[in-house]
């Protein structure tokens, strides 16, 4: 049977080694009165009820065994239940102090007590008494306990002294909360955001779920997927429950999220069961979900929780516990699109540099291509799980796993985070104490490698439009800036400016090969692409009835983030409609086409090809630099070798004609070299359909 994603949150909840607690006894003449015995006895009794169920009783338990603690604060076991209960809520370090004095009444109380002290120092962050007590827990074991126990004790105070190392060298970062519009007084988390940062999709257990129900493993109300956006000012509206078919009567969490954000994977626990499916947006609305393209290599009899994809769409990144090709308990596997078959394909360990014996979790691949993030029990965690993250090499392994510091990891669990495409803002769930709810989601702004001489508030306000909850101003590991190019806008009809549906193919030019295809929305004609530095894009947009559209991006490999708005109008097939082509490129100062054209003027055949009637003009252009005898007949030779290659692909030659106009149609300025650049082009236009 697979686990339901909410396994996946309860992950925070803490446990050890499922040491059963006792019955809270009591002894009447403990206590100054009758009436007071009673009292206690029923407020126990009550507590004891919630305590049973768990992870959702902890809270009321709490409630109920704090009353009693009034009339009687010096029961062993009530304190340890008491310690029990705060550790499995948002005021986990409240546990010490119970702990310590079930310890001090009754020093074998439980077997695990100095343990369990042990965890709440080590969550509070103080390391050197964590590691302390985990000591004196491993002495007092018998050889037989020593020989169960002994690796997690060792993990442990190998974790506190990673602790004592991060906290040295803090990252310097603001971490924020998202405030009433995003959280609520229940428990949000797994968050997934668009690659712009103007939409995020996230989990959350509010009473308003879609099933109406509690899942009757914790007695917390159903996980549905909600959905919040940016407004013009930055900041995020209220969030709203997506509804179905996205939501129904069982858990459905966020998994992933394509980084334009018109594709959304999503967890469902229908009937205790639980898959990834994945959903459309189609116009305005979600496809239903489904699992038809990930039932025979993703979807397994095990569990499979987050995943994540490439830039491009085409690789997918996903947790599994299933056995297969597994270091520990959950790996990260990677599977590639199957395009013959319209399926994922058959995954493999993604890699032992990343991978570990212990658990990882919460995958997420940066729309740069290169950088991976994922959380881990492994390598250099704090305690619990930590969020590290990894670099693709030249030579296509990955490089060794860089914890992301504190504050940002803690002793506590870290898990569900993404990365903005810039680079500057994280986003993850933790369970705060100043939080909206039991967990949260956070917004981390990168501070970089600078020190600002005065911590003002000036400074704070500069770095989030949200309220200030934490601020580290020390010196840290510096943040790498992000090399990646996102291009969005709009596509819509020359005349009318409605949104239109539109084909976008990405080529790599210099490969001539394509890289990925998506489509603008139907109803906005929105679309946001991701363009990792250092290759030569062309950009063909295309719709039924319409003359494509080209862009060429040539990036650097140096090239930062940048954000390029581009709207898109496309013109109908029509007599006189034109079009740069803008992805037809020769040899300096000739007319010799180079390879990477060839993609451009394949997608002009196919055109013409679809249209056999079409008469065309293919015609060239210059800027004003050198003679006009020189630009013209530049010109006109280009245009013609074009027009041969058509020819040579099989357009018959009474259907092109060609034209060289030298410097006589610029279409920008040639006072600026990007303006010359503009003006030396090759264009198509229609004669007659």
């Given at each position: 049977m697979?686990?339901?994603?909410?396994?996946?949150?309860?992950?925070?909840?803490?446990?050890?080694?499922?040491?059963?607690a006792?019955e809270?006894?009591?002894?009447?003449?403990?206590f100054?009165?009758?009436?007071?015995?009673?009292s206690?006895?029923?407020a126990?009794?009550?507590?004891?009820?919630y305590?049973?169920?768990?992870?959702?009783?902890?809270?009321?338990?709490?409630?109920?065994?704090?009353?009693a603690?009034?009339?009687?604060?010096?029961?062993p076991?009530?304190?340890?239940?008491?310690?029990?209960?705060?550790?499995?809520?948002?005021?986990?370090v409240?546990?010490?102090d119970?702990?310590?004095?079930?310890?001090?009444?009754?020093p074998?109380?439980?077997?695990d007590?100095?343990?369990?002290?042990?965890?709440?120092?080590?969550?509070?962050?103080?390391f050197?008494k964590?590691?302390?007590?985990?000591?004196?827990?491993?002495?007092?074991?018998?050889?037989?306990?020593?020989?169960?126990?002994?690796?997690?004790?060792?993990?442990?105070?190998?974790e506190?002294?990673?602790?004592?190392?991060?906290?040295?060298?803090?990252?310097?970062?603001?971490?924020?909360?998202?405030?009433?519009?995003?959280?609520?007084?229940?428990?949000?988390?797994?968050?997934?955001?668009?690659?712009d940062e103007?939409m995020?999709?996230?989990?959350s257990?509010?009473?308003?779920?879609t099933g109406?129900?509690?899942d009757?493993r914790d007695?917390?109300?159903m996980?549905?997927?909600?959905?919040s956006?940016?407004?013009?000012?930055?900041?995020?509206?209220?969030?709203?429950n997506?509804?179905?078919?996205?939501?129904?009567?069982?858990?459905?969490?966020?998994?992933?999220?394509?980084?334009?954000?018109?594709?959304?994977?999503?967890f469902?626990?229908?009937?205790?069961?639980?898959?990834i499916?994945?959903?459309?947006?189609?116009g305005?609305?979600w496809?239903?979900?489904?699992?038809?393209?990930?039932?025979?290599?993703?979807?397994?009899?095990?569990?499979?929780?987050?995943a994540?994809?490439?830039?491009?769409?085409?690789?997918m990144?996903?947790?599994?516990?299933?056995?297969?090709?597994?270091?520990g308990?959950?790996?990260?596997?990677?599977?590639?699109?199957?395009?013959?078959?319209?399926?994922w394909?058959?995954p493999?360990?993604?890699?032992n540099a990343?991978?570990?014996?212990?658990?990882?979790?919460?995958?997420?691949m940066?729309?740069?291509?290169?950088?991976?993030?994922?959380?881990?029990k492994?390598?250099?965690?704090?305690?619990?799980?930590?969020?590290?993250?990894?670099?693709l090499?030249?030579?296509?392994?990955?490089?060794?796993?860089?914890?992301l510091?504190?504050?940002?990891n803690?002793?506590?669990?870290?898990?569900?985070?993404?990365?903005?495409a810039?680079g500057?803002?994280?986003?993850?769930?933790?369970a705060?104490?100043?939080?909206?709810?039991?967990?949260?989601?956070?917004?981390i702004t990168?501070?970089?490698?600078?020190k600002?001489?005065i911590?003002?508030?000036?400074?704070k306000?500069?770095?989030?439009?949200?309220?200030?909850?934490?601020?580290?101003?020390?010196?840290?590991?510096?943040?790498?800036?992000?090399?990646?190019?996102?291009?969005?806008?709009?596509?819509?009809?020359?005349?009318?400016?409605?949104?239109?549906?539109?084909?976008?193919?990405?080529?790599?030019?210099?490969?001539?090969?394509?890289?990925?295809?998506?489509?603008?929305?139907?109803s906005?004609?929105?679309?946001?692409?991701?363009?990792?530095?250092?290759?030569?894009?062309?950009?063909?947009?295309?719709?039924?009835?319409?003359?494509?559209?080209?862009?060429?991006?040539?990036i650097?490999e140096?090239?930062?983030?940048?954000?390029?708005t581009?709207?898109?109008?496309?013109?109908k097939?029509?007599?006189?409609?034109?079009?740069?082509?803008?992805?037809?490129?020769?040899?300096?100062?000739?007319?010799?086409?180079?390879?990477?054209?060839?993609?451009?003027?394949d997608?002009l055949v196919?055109l013409?090809?679809?249209?056999?009637?079409?008469?065309?003009?293919?015609?060239?252009?210059?800027?004003?630099?050198?003679?006009?005898?020189?630009n013209?007949?530049?010109?006109?030779?280009?245009?013609?070798?074009?027009?041969d290659?058509?020819?040579?692909?099989?357009i018959?030659?009474?259907?092109?004609?060609?034209?060289?106009?030298?410097?006589?149609?610029?279409?920008d300025t040639?006072?600026?070299?990007?303006?010359?650049?503009?003006?030396?082009?090759?264009?198509?236009?229609?004669?007659?359909n």
């Amino acid at each position: 049977m697979k686990t339901a994603k909410i396994i996946l949150i309860n992950i925070f909840l803490l446990s050890s080694f499922f040491i059963r607690a006792q019955e809270i006894e009591l002894n009447k003449d403990d206590f100054r009165s009758k009436d007071a015995y009673k009292s206690a006895k029923d407020a126990i009794k009550e507590g004891e009820s919630y305590y049973e169920l768990g992870i959702g009783g902890y809270r009321r338990a709490l409630e109920y065994y704090l009353q009693a603690y009034k009339f009687n604060n010096n029961v062993p076991m009530l304190n340890y239940k008491i310690g029990e209960c705060y550790l499995n809520t948002i005021s986990k370090v409240k546990c010490i102090d119970y702990y310590t004095k079930a310890y001090e009444l009754d020093p074998n109380i439980m077997e695990d007590i100095l343990y369990k002290i042990g965890r709440g120092y080590h969550l509070k962050g103080e390391f050197d008494k964590a590691i302390e007590h985990y000591k004196k827990y491993k002495n007092k074991l018998s050889p037989a306990a020593l020989q169960d126990h002994k690796k997690d004790i060792e993990k442990k105070i190998e974790e506190c002294e990673n602790g004592k190392k991060l906290v040295q060298k803090p990252v310097r970062v603001f971490i924020d909360n998202l405030g009433p519009n995003v959280n609520s007084s229940y428990r949000d988390y797994s968050p997934l955001i668009s690659a712009d940062e103007s939409m995020m999709i996230f989990t959350s257990r509010r009473e308003n779920t879609t099933g109406g129900g509690r899942d009757t493993r914790d007695n917390l109300f159903m996980e549905d997927i909600y959905v919040s956006y940016k407004n013009n000012m930055g900041k995020w509206i209220p969030a709203e429950n997506m509804g179905k078919p996205l939501n129904g009567s069982g858990n459905d969490a966020t998994v992933g999220l394509s980084p334009d954000g018109q594709q959304l994977f999503i967890f469902n626990g229908e009937s205790g069961q639980g898959d990834i499916l994945v959903s459309e947006l189609e116009g305005s609305e979600w496809s239903k979900p489904d699992d038809d393209a990930l039932k025979k290599y993703i979807n397994t009899e095990y569990h499979e929780s987050s995943a994540s994809f490439s830039f491009d769409g085409r690789t997918m990144y996903f947790v599994s516990n299933k056995p297969e090709d597994n270091l520990g308990d959950h790996d990260i596997f990677v599977s590639s699109w199957d395009e013959e078959k319209e399926r994922w394909g058959e995954p493999s360990n993604l890699s032992n540099a990343i991978n570990t014996e212990y658990d990882e979790r919460g995958v997420f691949m940066h729309p740069d291509g290169r950088t991976i993030y994922f959380s881990s029990k492994g390598h250099s965690s704090m305690g619990g799980f930590d969020i590290f993250k990894s670099e693709l090499q030249d030579d296509g392994n990955w490089g060794e796993p860089e914890n992301l510091g504190w504050p940002i990891n803690t002793p506590d669990d870290d898990v569900f985070f993404v990365m903005a495409a810039s680079g500057k803002h994280g986003y993850y769930a933790s369970a705060k104490e100043d939080g909206e709810g039991s967990y949260d989601i956070y917004m981390i702004t990168f501070r970089g490698p600078e020190k600002p001489v005065i911590q003002s508030n000036e400074d704070k306000l500069l770095a989030s439009t949200e309220p200030v909850s934490e601020v580290v101003m020390e010196e840290s590991v510096e943040i790498k800036t992000m090399r990646l190019t996102i291009l969005k806008g709009t596509v819509k009809d020359a005349l009318s400016l409605n949104p239109i549906e539109a084909t976008i193919e990405i080529v790599d030019n210099e490969k001539n090969e394509v890289i990925s295809v998506m489509k603008s929305n139907s109803s906005t004609g929105k679309y946001l692409i991701s363009l990792p530095s250092g290759k030569n894009y062309g950009i063909a947009v295309k719709a039924e009835d319409y003359l494509f559209h080209s862009e060429n991006f040539n990036i650097p490999e140096a090239t930062n983030y940048q954000e390029i708005t581009k709207d898109i109008l496309l013109n109908k097939m029509a007599v006189g409609s034109k079009i740069v082509l803008k992805n037809i490129f020769f040899d300096y100062a000739k007319a010799t086409l180079r390879s990477e054209s060839f993609a451009e003027l394949d997608r002009l055949v196919d055109l013409l090809s679809k249209y056999p009637s079409t008469r065309i003009e293919i015609s060239g252009h210059t800027d004003n630099r050198g003679s006009l005898k020189l630009n013209t007949s530049l010109s006109e030779n280009r245009a013609k070798a074009v027009v041969d290659y058509l020819i040579g692909k099989g357009i018959a030659e009474d259907r092109l004609e060609y034209k060289g106009y030298a410097y006589f149609q610029p279409i920008d300025t040639n006072d600026t070299p990007e303006g010359r650049q503009n003006n030396r082009r090759v264009e198509f236009k229609v004669l007659s359909n």
